[in-house]
C-alpha cells in the first residue's frame, strides 16, 4: 500500500507503530447511519474565520498564532532580555529531515526565539548523541530541546528522548508528559505538537467538541494516542481505530470529528464520512509526482477532492497541520522559555494559583527533577 512513496516516505507513518499491511477497510453499506446532523460547525462566519468553502486555512491559523507569539516573546525581551531558545538535533542526511528542521529554524527567527542546531553525522554513537542532548539540558539559553525522527537504526530513540529534560520537551515525547496528558485533573507540562494543533484547529474556528463523536484513526504515540486523550479532555466521545480495527469504515462513519494520522495515503474515502463531519488530515504522504521539481507532491490520509464534497469542513495538505505542527512547537518553546524567565512554574492555562504559588511548585519540581536526575544518573553508574 505504501509502495507508492518515493523517497520521502515516513510521513508520520513510519513512528505510527502501525507496521504496514493495514486491513483493507469493508466497503460501505449503501446509505450510511447518519445520526443526527445538527452542525458542529457554525452557519455564522464570524465564528470560524479560517473555514473557507468548507477547507480550514492551517496555514492561516498558523500565521495567527504566531503572531501571538512574536508579541510575548518581545514582551520577554523588553522587560528581561531574554528570548526562549529551542535546539534542534538532526542525525543524518534524509532530506525531508533537513527540510523540517530548516522549516523550523526559519520560523524560530520569525518570532525571535534563538535556534540552536546539532548537525550530526549517521554514524554518530547513541552515547555521543546523548551527550549533547545532555549539553542542551544544562544550558540556560536552551527551553526547548528537539530531536528530529526518526532516528539512524542504530540508535536507542526511546534512550535518546527519555535523556531531555521534561522541563524542555517541547515535543512532549517524555512518558511523564503523556502520563499526564491522559490523566484527569492533571496537565502535562508540553503537548505534543501536532495533536496540540489539531485542537487548535477546532478550537479556534469553535468547532463543537464536547459530547461529539470523535474517531481518531492511528494511535502512534506521537499522534493518534494523544489526540485522542486531548479530545476526550475536551468531552468528546473518542474512539481509536487502528490496523487491527474490523470494518473501519463504519465506525469513521459515525464520526462528527475524524482525525487521520495512520501514515496511509488517502486510505478514507468520501464514502466513509458523515455528512456535516469535520476531518483533521495529519498526513503527509510523499507521492511520486514526476511534475514536480522534487519529483514527488504530499497528500494526506483522506481523499481531499471527495471529503470536500460531504464534509462540513476539512483541513488540505499540504496547508492543514503541517504549519500548525511548527507553530505549536514555537507555542511550547515560548512556554518553556516563560516558565524559566518568569518563574512561572505550572502552564499558564492550567492553572489560576497566585504568582508564588506558582514559583514555589516551580521551585520544588526543580529541585525533584534535580534530584530524580542525580539519582538516575547514578543508578545508571555514570
Ligand atoms: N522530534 C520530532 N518532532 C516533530 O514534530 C517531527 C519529527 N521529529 N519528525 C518529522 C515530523 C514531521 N513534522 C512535520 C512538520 C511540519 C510539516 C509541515 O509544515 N508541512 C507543510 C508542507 C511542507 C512541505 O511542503 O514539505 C504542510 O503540510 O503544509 C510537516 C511535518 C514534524 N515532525
Known sequence: MSSSSPSRTHSWASFDGEGSGAPSPAPMSSGGSGGSSSSLVSSDASLTPFIKDRVIDGKAVAKTIQGEIASEVSRLKDRYGRVPGLAV?????????QTYVRMK????????????????PDTVSQEELLKFV??????????????????????DE??????ISIEKDVDGFHPLNIGRLCM?????????????????????????????????????NI?????????????????????????????????????AAAGKTELIKKEWLKPGCVVIDVGTNGVEDKTKKTGYRLVGDVDFAGAKQVAAA????????????IAMLLQNTLEGGKRDIEGTGSSS?????????????????????????????GGRGK
Request: aromatic content about 4%; hydrophobic content about 45%; some cysteine.
Open 314 to 325: 476539512v483541513t488540505p495538505v499540504p496547508g492543514g497541520v503541517g504549519p500548525m505542527t
Open 134 to 155: 545532555r549539553d542542551f539540558n544544562s544550558d540556560k539559553s536552551v527551553h526547548g530541546i528537539l530531536v528530529q525522527l526518526p532516528l539512524p537504526k542504530h540508535i
Open 184 to 220: 484527569k485533573g492533571r496537565e502535562p507540562l508540553f503537548i505534543p505538537c501536532t495533536p496540540f494543533g489539531c485542537m487548535q484547529l477546532l478550537e479556534r474556528n469553535n468547532i463543537k467538541i464536547k459530547g461529539a463523536n470523535a474517531v481518531v484513526v492511528g494511535r502512534s
Open 89 to 97: 538535533v538532526i542525525v543524518g542526511a534524509r532530506k525531508d529531515s
Open 349 to 377: 492555562s492550567s492553572s489560576s494559583q497566585p504568582g508564588w504559588k506558582k514559583r514555589a511548585i516551580s521551585l520544588a519540581r526543580t529541585v525533584a527533577a534535580a534530584a530524580v536526575g542525580a539519582w538516575l544518573a
Open 105 to 120: 529554524k526559519k520560523a524560530c527567527a520569525d518570532v525571535g526565539i534563538a535556534s540552536f542546531e546539532k548537525c550530526l
Open 158 to 163: 526511546s534512550a535518546v528522548l527519555a535523556e
Open 223 to 259: 499522534v493518534g494516542l494523544p489526540a485522542a486523550m486531548l479530545l476526550l479532555k475536551r468531552d468528546a466521545s473518542v474512539t481509536i481505530v487502528h490496523s487491527a480495527t474490523q470494518d473501519m469504515a463504519s465506525i469513521v462513519r459515525r464520526a462528527d470529528i475524524v482525525i
